[in-house]
Structures are given as structure tokens and as C-alpha cells.
């Protein structure tokens, strides 16, 4: 397909914006390859003056940590395998007529993927590389330094699978609470041209604006006596709410819940009316045409609403911070843990694997849905 003439560049412009791309491609991609080197070396490797230090690893080397050509050659076969197979294999299996079938079918092609991967790199790699290290001589020495004790302590010795549960758990009932309200709520809003409409979203964007350490010292009292305020209802049973995962999805939900309801309202206005009121006359009730009419068409705008209210949770730490004690917290604050007074270099590349760990799992994420939130955010970004 040719471009017409009107709409070609001009070379000069053309390598000016390829050269662009690759000087912000790169400026936003070294901290995150930075720190992945960092965090599978030594302490003195990793904070060394020289860049090749940090890169090769030289005394995590001598230390006896370090992988061979052959190690490095089958790793990286491991990784292109497994994109491969997640790529041809698992994704076209993501079937289903319903939303609640389609998550089910992509949490499934994640555990898959991932199952793959932790086979393949931690199981066969070892297997197949001990004996070709020993019987290829120069080939299978080590020549660049690596290390996974950090990551262990991080894991094993630190708990850090804690954090990760409790992570999940915050994340899980943001993005459920905000989806369910914010897909009922926008459809709704988006349906209705009443005045009362407009001034709820104007106060839901009030809401957003506002400080969210302003909406945790209001909920704060609340969260400190909620045992008090409780104990009519559940008894001697009643909860203290501060210091639990609760607390920080009831605020977490206040402060999302304008973005989704304003996100998916506009994704919902983007849908005619037209399949409504024909679903209407095929005898489906509001929520029944809702349901099985409009939902489906929706599916990339929730996927699109639902990643960023995931990202707010996960990434979260203000909130989580002030509401959690220290055995609840989350995997961000745990993190910002490991620097005190008495940190060592040790616990700092510790810290940095422990952030590596934490952004393996969003590249993940991405990954998966990517052609869902690019189709969810041109669908929202234009109305039929």
C-alpha cells in the first residue's frame, strides 16, 4: 500500500524522529537492564566505578559464582523457546465466550508461560549443562560473573513471598471492587443524559484530584476504632481494621474508583445505543442486555480499565505504608525496608533484586494483554 504523496516525510524528518525513538528507547530502558545486571552480582562488582566491572562480574568470578558460553547459549535458547511456545501455543488457546471465561483463560495462559519458563531455566538448563561444561574445555568455563544468591536471600531467607501475598491480595480487591463498581456505574452514567449524571462525575473527579494522604487521614479514625464501631454487628468477633490489607483496598478503591468509572464510562458512550435497544426488543432485560450484549464488546476497555487499576495497587506505597504494620506489608514498602542506618552493600543489591522481582511480573502482564489495551484505548479514544 503506497502513501499518498501529501503524507510522506521528508528524510531529514523521518531520521529525526527514528533517532528519537531509539535516544528515549534507551534512556527509559537502561535503569531497568542496569539493574538486572546489578542484581545477579557481588556487592563490589555491583557498585564498581568501571561499567565493565558491573557488566562482567569479575569478582563474582573469582568467588566461584559465573556461567559459561554453553550456560549462556542454552539460556538464552531456554527464553526464546518459551516466548515462543507462550506466543504459538498458549495464547491462541485463550477462548471463551464470556468475560469471566476469557480471565480465566488468560490467568491459565500466565501460570502456563510462566511453568514453562521456571522448567526450562531452573530444571533442564542445569541438567544438559552440567556434563556439555565438563566434557567442551574452554567452552565451559566461566567468563561472566552471575550469581541468584541474592534473590535467594531476598526470597528464602528474607520471606519476601509474604509481601507477595499480601501484594496480591490488595491488588485483587482493588481491581475486582473498582471493575465491578466502575463497569455498573459507567454503563449506567454513559446511558443517562440527566444533569444529576454529569454532577456525579464532576464530584468523582474532585475525588481524584485530592491528596491521597488526605483520604487515608480521613479513614484513619475509622480504621483505628473500627472494632468499636463493629462490635454492635459482629460481637467480640469485630476487627480491628488498621494495620490490615482491608484497610488499604477500602482507600486504595476510593481513589481509583473516579478513573474507572470515567474511563469505562467513555469506553461505554464509544458503544451504540443501537445494540441496547435491540437487545431490548429481543425481550433481554437491562441487565441481561448489559450482560450479554454489551460486555462482550467491552472487553478491551476492561482489560485496559483493569491494568491500570492493577498498576496502582501494585506499585503503590504511601498508602500501604501508613495503613500496614510490619508483618501485612506489601512488596513495595518491604523493599524501601532494606534501607536503614545499618544497611550494608549486601542488603542494597538485595533491595535491587528484590525491585527486579517485583517488575518481572508487569513485562509479564503486558506482554499477554498488549493487543487488548492498544484496541481498549483506541476503542475509548473514539465515540460511534
Not at 129 to 145: E, F, H, I, W
Not at 244 to 251: D, F, G, H
Not at 315 to 329: G, H
Amino acid at each position: 500500500m503506497s502513501i499518498p504523496q501529501a503524507m510522506r516525510q521528508p528524510p531529514s524528518l523521518k531520521l529525526a524522529s527514528n533517532l528519537f525513538l531509539l535516544f528515549w528507547l534507551i534512556l527509559a530502558a537502561f535503569p531497568l537492564v542496569w539493574i538486572l545486571a546489578m542484581s545477579f552480582k557481588s556487592p563490589v562488582d555491583a557498585f564498581s566505578a568501571s561499567a565493565w566491572d558491573v557488566l562482567r562480574g569479575p569478582r563474582t568470578l573469582s568467588d566461584g559464582h559465573g556461567l559459561s558460553v554453553v550456560d549462556i547459549v542454552l539460556g538464552v535458547a531456554v527464553i526464546w523457546l518459551s516466548i515462543k511456545a507462550g506466543t504459538r501455543w498458549l495464547v491462541p488457546m485463550a477462548a471463551g465466550e464470556g468475560t469471566l471465561q476469557r480471565i480465566f483463560s488468560w490467568a491459565v495462559i500466565a501460570l502456563g508461560f510462566a511453568l514453562l519458563f521456571i522448567i526450562g531455566f531452573f530444571v533442564i538448563v542445569p541438567w544438559v549443562a552440567g556434563p556439555l561444561n565438563a566434557s567442551l574445555g574452554p567452552l565451559g568455563r566461566p567468563v561472566l560473573g552471575l550469581t541468584t544468591q541474592h534473590y535467594e536471600s531476598v526470597w528464602i531467607d528474607n520471606a519476601f513471598y509474604e509481601n507477595l501475598q499480601n501484594s496480591m491480595i490488595v491488588t485483587f480487591g482493588v481491581v475486582t471492587v473498582s471493575l465491578t463498581v466502575g463497569t455498573l456505574a459507567g454503563y449506567g452514567l454513559a446511558r443517562s443524559g440527566s444533569t444529576l449524571a454529569f454532577w456525579i462525575l464532576i464530584i468523582a473527579l474532585i475525588f481524584r484530584a485530592l491528596p491521597h494522604s488526605v483520604l487515608v487521614a480521613g479513614y484513619l479514625p475509622v480504621f483505628i476504632n473500627s472494632a468499636e464501631i463493629l462490635r454492635p454487628i459482629l460481637g467480640d468477633n469485630a476487627p480491628t481494621l488498621y494495620g490490615q490489607p482491608l484497610a488499604v483496598i477500602a482507600v486504595l478503591v476510593s481513589i481509583n474508583q473516579p478513573f474507572t468509572i470515567w474511563m469505562l464510562r467513555s469506553f461505554f458512550q464509544s458503544i451504540p445505543v443501537d445494540l441496547d435497544e435491540s437487545a431490548r426488543v429481543d425481550g433481554c432485560t437491562h441487565f441481561q442486555a448489559f450482560r450479554w450484549v454489551i460486555m462482550p464488546v467491552m472487553w478491551p476497555g476492561v482489560i485496559t480499565t483493569g491494568l491500570f487499576s492493577f498498576l496502582l495497587a501494585y506499585n503503590d506505597f504511601l498508602v500501604a505504608s501508613l495503613l500496614l504494620d510490619a508483618s501485612n506489608q506489601t512488596m513495595v514498602p518491604a523493599i524501601v525496608g532494606y534501607f536503614n542506618r545499618e544497611t550494608t552493600t549486601t542488603d542494597q543489591v538485595e533491595a535491587i533484586a528484590a525491585a527486579v522481582s517485583i517488575t518481572a511480573p508487569l513485562f509479564l502482564l503486558v506482554m499477554i494483554f498488549q493487543r487488548q489495551i492498544v484496541s481498549g484505548l483506541t476503542a475509548g479514544a473514539v465515540k460511534g
